[in-house]
């Protein structure tokens, strides 16, 4: 018989660690607090309590309607962006003290999106991830590469610095805590998914740049993401990947069929 000890998210299997995956919807910006709702009501029963946690990251406004929804259930509410200060004179902004304080668990921060049309840079990444962490939201924090990157050969280098300076200041205690999603840009809403062996390469390079900075039993412990066209028919090849533990999904997380990724064996 195999001895199981569930540690958080992590299972140690007969010395071997077993990240429990992580799924995690990000509705971008789509769907108001009344579709939000009709949506979390149908597709939370098909999701929730199953083999992989899973996320519904929605917008702002959307927040208290996906929260109502799924109250009752293993099925945890995130939201898309956050500011890193607490509090003051920055217009349209919304605060992680104001996301905790709704009841929300996670916050996407650094998705490329932010990056390439609101100029988030990796300095305004690290700080937004220390403040989610002083307010006990569990960042989803992603890395990714261009398509000029990759084909410059760049992408583990690129991926490489950006989470070192994401975590620049983290504890390791914290470290644990965050979940990191690898998007290439370039499969990001493209219909292009990177191969099995191109995510699950760049995804144990970011394993082993935490490792490098926190030691491998950390390391071991982080649940790593991957985002860019996930669906239903790529799911099952991507997430049986030995460094992906579930993914960051965008446009597929918002079609009925979304259960079929969380539900892909």
């Not at 491998?216 to 028919?233: E, L």
Request: charged share 20%.
């Amino acid at each position: 018989m195999l001895w199981l000890c569930r540690i958080n998210n992590p299972i140690i299997e007969s010395g071997i660690t077993m990240r429990k995956k992580i799924i995690a919807g990000n509705w971008k910006m789509n769907k108001g607090p009344d579709a939000a709702r009709e949506f979390a009501v149908e597709m939370t029963p098909k999701v929730d309590g199953g083999a992989a946690d899973v996320v519904f990251c929605v917008p702002y406004v959307s927040l208290l309607a996906a929260l109502d929804a799924a109250k009752g259930t293993f099925v945890a509410i995130g939201a898309q962006n956050m500011h890193f200060e607490d509090a003051g004179a920055y217009t349209g902004e919304v605060s992680p003290g104001m996301l905790k304080e709704l009841g929300v668990k996670y916050v996407i921060i650094g998705h490329s999106e932010r990056r390439a049309y609101f100029g988030e840079t990796d300095d305004i990444v690290n700080k937004k991830a220390k403040a989610a962490l002083v307010h006990g939201l569990m960042p989803i924090l992603c890395v990714g590469e261009s398509l000029e990157q990759r084909n410059l050969g760049i992408t583990i280098e690129h991926v490489r610095i950006q989470v070192k300076i994401a975590f620049d200041g983290i504890s390791a205690v914290d470290a644990e805590k965050i979940v990191i999603a690898y998007e290439p840009i370039w499969a990001i809403g493209t219909g292009v998914t990177a191969t099995a062996q191109q995510a699950e390469e760049a995804c144990a390079a970011v394993r082993q740049v935490v490792a490098e900075l926190y030691g491998q039993p950390i390391a071991d412990k982080i649940r790593i993401q991957y985002g860019g066209s996930v669906t239903a028919d790529n799911a099952a090849e991507l997430f049986a990947q030995p460094n992906i533990d579930g993914g960051l999904v965008g446009g597929a997380s918002i079609k009925a069929d979304f259960d079929r990724i969380v539900n892909y064996q």
